[in-house]
């Protein structure tokens, strides 16, 4: 058990859909990092929230964007969503530099 | 851009014996750090090495991280059911942005 809860932890969509992740960190964790991980891959760099500001991002289209709340918790939004989009959508929270804790993930089937 | 390659990407042994899982990169990290992921879980972190030639041990887990902290190394010594999952080692980029390996699925039979 991380501390870090992820919701839904399932979900179908369409293509041309959109839908919104979201991710409570653990407690006096301030970063949010996103990733993507396809099946039989590592995970991949999305993107990285630091009190709110986005602070990096992957090589991810525009159409995967983000938002941190101020206490911390975040959401993912991919719109126009593609059949490459399936995948295990995690979310990790940390403090400053310290190791990164992952949420259980969500399974996105795009059909 | 910065890549990490794993190998093998799939072992499949018997109970007791050892297994050593290599994760090589084209670039150094500041630290590089391995993960196991159960099926329908996110990735735990089982050790940060730093130090080029560095050894960590976590039981019967032996991490080594290469002196030109480029390759690392994990070594199972008599493994154990319990041990099945994917193990995936990742290179710390700055602001703590991890780079992934494709992941190395180990499956211990009884």
């Known amino acids: 058990e991380t501390g870090v809860t992820q919701s839904p932890t399932h979900l179908i969509k369409t293509r041309g859909q959109q839908v919104t992740l979201r991710c409570s960190s653990q407690?006096?964790?301030?970063?949010v990092s996103w990733y993507q991980q396809a099946l039989g891959q590592g995970p991949q760099f999305i993107f990285q929230?630091?009190?709110?500001?986005?602070?990096g991002r992957g090589n991810f289209p525009p159409r995967f964007s983000g938002l941190q709340f101020p206490n911390y918790s975040s959401e993912l939004n991919v719109n126009a969503l593609e059949l490459d989009d399936s995948a295990l959508y995690l979310c990790?929270?940390?403090?400053?530099?310290?190791?990164?804790?992952f949420g259980s993930g969500t399974q996105l089937s795009v059909l | 851009t910065q890549l990490l390659e794993q190998s093998p990407q799939f072992l499949s042994i018997q109970e007791g014996e050892n297994l050593t899982v290599y994760c090589n990169s084209s670039s150094v990290f500041s630290s590089l750090q391995w993960y196991r992921q159960e099926p329908g879980e996110g990735p735990v972190l089982l050790v940060t090495?730093?130090?080029?030639?560095e050894v960590k041990k976590l039981k019967r887990l032996t991490f080594q991280f290469g002196d030109a902290r480029k390759d690392s190394s994990l070594h199972i010594t008599a493994a154990q059911p319990g041990d099945t999952g994917l193990y995936l080692c990742a290179g710390v980029t700055y602001g703590n942005k991890l780079v992934f390996g494709a992941g190395t699925i180990l499956r211990v039979k009884s």
């Open positions: 990790a929270s940390s403090s400053a530099d310290e190791k990164l804790f």
């Open positions: 407690s006096g964790h301030n970063t």
């Open positions: 090495v730093v130090t080029g030639g």
């Open positions: 929230y630091y009190r709110e500001e986005e602070n």
